[in-house]
């Protein structure tokens, strides 16, 4: 089965700065998506940003980008320039390929808080 | 376009009690998810539905947890006798077709607590 950890369950940034969230995986496929969704407080959970497995270059939304290491099976998310509006939980996802189960499968999250 | 919507949004049950849970996913939307997020936790998938078809019921806590989605659009989720730890946010998604790159569309949540 896969397991997705994330180490930091709460982070702190100035507004303005930059912050980078850890996450790391656990997988015995070769074909899986991975994904960070956001949950704002009392708020939907939305997509801020994915990766698929098979592409080597880092995936990036505007001030959102990973750092994906394959080998490694680490994800991380770089929030640049954060903004009030960045404070949430952070969920690191993973979903498996074509043949594999549908569902997503959630870390224990990340919440953000962002400072004035 | 109007997103995933549930209801109720929160619920308050006595243990034991039957509830029933909905939800409108994002009207065309083959695929649907229901997830159960306990407090301070990451949501953990319950069961997945194509159209009508549940094709995976693997999450499912136990034969007290029932999902349906007869006309292949609003599911409902029925717990049945429920129990303290059933107390959590039950997540509904959708995706347009289900392949696995695809973004999964959240609604807000239905707030169980069982007393």
């Known amino acids: 089965a896969q397991t997705v950890t994330q180490s930091q369950p709460e982070m702190s940034v100035q507004e303005a700065e930059t912050v980078t969230l850890s996450c790391t995986y656990d997988?015995?496929?070769?074909?899986?998506?991975l994904f960070w969704y956001k949950q704002p407080p009392s708020r939907q959970m939305i997509l801020v940003i994915r990766q698929e497995a098979y592409k080597q270059q880092n995936a990036t939304e505007n001030r959102f980008s990973v750092n994906f290491q394959k080998a490694a099976k680490s994800f991380s998310l770089k929030i640049s320039d954060s903004q009030l509006g960045d404070a949430a939980m952070y969920f690191c996802?993973?979903?498996?390929?074509?043949?594999?189960?549908?569902?997503?499968?959630f870390g224990g999250g990340t919440r953000l808080m962002v400072k004035p | 376009g109007a997103g995933v919507s549930q209801s109720p949004r929160y619920k308050v049950a006595k243990r034991g009690q039957d509830v029933a849970l909905r939800c409108d996913p994002i009207s065309g939307h083959v695929s649907l998810f229901w997830y159960q997020q306990a407090l301070g936790q990451g949501p953990e998938f319950l069961t997945y539905?194509?159209?009508?078809?549940?094709?995976?019921k693997s999450g499912l806590p136990s034969d007290r947890f029932f999902a349906e989605r007869p006309e292949g659009s609003v599911s409902t989720l029925k717990i049945q006798r429920t129990q303290q730890e059933d107390s959590a946010v039950y997540l509904c998604?959708?995706?347009?077709?289900?392949?696995?790159?695809?973004?999964?569309?959240f609604g807000p949540g239905t707030r169980l607590l069982v007393l």
């Open positions: 998604a959708s995706s347009p077709t289900g392949t696995p790159q695809e973004t999964q569309y």
């Open positions: 997988t015995s496929e070769s074909d899986y998506y």
């Open positions: 539905f194509q159209n009508e078809a549940q094709l995976d």
């Open positions: 996802t993973y979903r498996g390929g074509m043949n594999a189960g549908n569902m997503l499968t």
